[in-house]
């Protein structure tokens, strides 16, 4: 890949342990998981609590594309810790990180990105 990525600090990253995500999506914790073990979000651990990037959510809802996303880079190899790092790395091409991109409604752009992890 060509493009230049500016890795986030993670201190600098607002975290939602999953019942605050759960809260700001609308759903209980039961269908948090469920997306969870569906493969369809992924977590990383902050000081052993499970938590999601703030970012995850825009306007009450899960990021629209997130899920594909997330497919998309387990895909390509990328594990939990990897896939989150990747979602919020400022990437040069994007003109951000692809999650903020996405929530801007660019999504097809960040999948197109994504798809050419994994070669």
Known sequence: MTSEAV???PDAVDWLPLPDLAERIGED???VRQLLHEG???TVRRDG???VPAAFVADGHLVKGLTGLVTLLHDAGYDEEQSVAWMLRTE???GGSPLAVMAE???REVKRLAQTLGF
């Open 92 to 94: 040069e091409s994007l």
């Open 40 to 42: 369809r979000l992924v």
């Open 29 to 31: 914790t039961r269908k």
């Open 105 to 107: 409604g660019r999504g």
């Open 7 to 9: 890795a986030p600090d």
């Open 49 to 51: 609590v499970q938590v």
